[in-house]
């Protein structure tokens, strides 16, 4: 079988120009950090606060490293600010040259893309320290996790947060909604081009077998197939079975690609390739009727029948819900406790926008961006 199509990352990906958009803004708080004090490491603690149970990635905690001692060594100290949250001033211009420089030395593909994504969450653990809270992502003062009300999510679902770098601690970001509603265990941060975590992923994936596992993403080349169609002629043994809980064969496995639908693409391709790589197939897919999510009043989308991470998952449960194998779950119950957490992040976004003197409104945030 011929070898599979590898994922590349363009250099320019590299510039944290368009890279953050979780760390504070000049708008915010009003100035850089004049005399904060040296940066330290990330312990583990600290970085499954930020919502995952997996041990700190290797090159995650080098990278991290390595900017501290850049820190440490240079007359430039680490700054962020500005719109998007960006690395400023000479320290920028120093990281970017000796980062961009090693990336350039990486002949592989695969570890450029290591890479690119553990750089770009290094910058952002470090951009977002004691500015946003590790639970809901939002500023501190803005702070949501108090109204979202937690919901046990059934034993034998299992979400799997396929996420793209560049939304790992994004404030408008709608996946990490379901580990605040329903827990870490019941839906797993997977972060794109972290070698650790997708291992992980592909082992679950490995355990339960390719039919229990499938990707929601609507893509008009890949094959894909309804809800009611996926569960035709399933048939569950102990549904309420304490016992049987994350049962090899009985595990549903449901990946929600969360990144924007521009990098959603290769996030997609990359999922394929494993699939051939480990089973010999294609990936499994469902597309939901779902339509428009609230948070479009806040979150441009590319088209009104595109929706974010968090409809997807309510779609899903919804849609189940449906069918007779599941309709005694409670499955609509947690669709709605989702939903319900997705109107407090859209009040909370909305509140800060007001109180920043930022427009609120899909076509006024288009005609800025064009300006």
């Not at 930020?50 to 080098?62: F, H, K, L, R």
């Not at 120093?94 to 553990?118: G, I, M, N, P, T």
């Not at 441009?300 to 595109?306: G, L």
């Amino acid at each position: 079988m011929a070898a599979p199509p590898t994922t590349t990352v363009s250099s320019d990906d590299l510039s944290m120009d368009s890279s953050l958009n979780a760390s504070p803004s000049i708008e915010d708080r009003g100035m850089y950090f004049k005399k904060e004090p040296r940066p330290t490491t990330v312990s583990l603690q600290e970085w499954q606060a930020w919502g995952t149970d997996s041990p700190i990635p290797t090159q995650v905690a080098e990278i991290v490293e390595e900017m501290i001692d850049l820190d440490r060594e240079s007359d430039a100290q680490m700054k962020f600010g500005g719109l998007g949250g960006k690395l400023k001033g000479d320290f920028k211009t120093q990281e970017d040259k000796k980062h961009r420089a090693r990336y350039k030395d990486l002949d592989d593909s695969e570890q450029k893309l290591h890479f690119f994504s553990a750089r770009q969450i290094a910058c952002r653990l470090l951009g977002s320290r004691g500015y946003l809270c590790q639970k809901c992502w939002l500023p501190l003062e803005d702070c949501m996790c108090s109204r979202v009300v937690r919901c046990d999510l059934w034993h034998q679902i299992q979400f799997w947060l396929y996420m793209h770098p560049k939304d790992f601690l994004r404030q408008n970001n709608t996946g990490k909604l379901l580990w605040q509603v329903f827990g870490i265990n019941a839906a797993k941060l997977c972060l794109f081009g972290i070698a650790e975590h997708e291992e992980i992923m592909w082992k679950a994936f490995m355990h339960s077998g390719r039919n229990n596992v499938w990707c929601l993403y609507p893509n008009k080349n890949t094959p894909t197939k309804s809800t009611e169609e996926s569960f035709a002629g399933y048939i569950l043994n102990d549904l309420h079975s304490e016992t049987h809980q994350k049962d090899a064969g009985q595990t549903f496995n449901f990946i929600l690609i969360d990144g924007t639908w521009s990098n959603s693409a290769a996030m997609f391709r990359r999922l394929k390739e494993q699939s051939y790589l480990r089973w010999g197939d294609d990936l499994p897919c469902i597309s939901l009727a779902t339509g428009a999510s609230a948070m479009h009043k806040l979150r441009p989308q590319p088209s009104w029948d595109r929706t974010c991470t968090a409809a997807a998952a309510i779609g899903l449960l919804d849609e189940l819900h449906l069918l007779s194998q599941f309709n005694s779950l409670g499955l609509d119950k947690q669709a709605e406790a989702v939903e319900n957490s997705v109107d407090v992040l859209l009040a909370s976004l909305t509140n800060r926008r007001i109180r920043m003197g930022r427009s609120i409104t899909r076509r006024q945030r288009h005609h800025n961006d064009i300006c």
